[in-house]
């Protein structure tokens, strides 16, 4: 048999799943021959609208424009961490929860 358990097979299997989406874009070269190759999708819509629709004038315009592209990226990994500690306290509090109730039903009446 081997050492490793089924969950940490599975957890390896989707760690290495995920490297491989971040490498290789890069590593087949599909950002070749742009100028900026990894753009969001909003960048690249607006790019598209205004090469089909030059004339177009947005609905709206943002509440707070970042001055720079690295404070906006900033706010941008500060968001994704806030949620993901959002995320990650939620699922602690779920499985605390469930171990307390399973240690509850197993305890002896006193």
Not at 77 to 97: E, I, M, S, T, W
Request: proline residues 7%.
């Amino acid at each position: 048999m081997s050492s490793m358990s089924k969950n940490a097979k599975i957890n390896t299997l989707l760690l290495l799943l995920v490297a491989a989406l971040a490498v290789l874009p890069i590593a087949l070269g599909l950002g070749e021959g742009k100028e900026e190759p990894f753009t969001g999708a909003d960048a690249q819509a607006e790019a598209a609208i205004t090469e089909l629709q030059p004339d177009y004038e947005p609905w709206f315009s943002p509440l707070y424009e970042p001055p720079s592209d690295e404070v906006e990226s900033a706010l941008f990994a500060l968001q994704a961490a806030l949620g993901a500690g959002v995320l990650a306290y939620y699922f602690g509090v779920r499985k605390g929860r469930r171990q307390g109730a399973a240690a509850a039903a197993t305890a002896p009446e006193a």
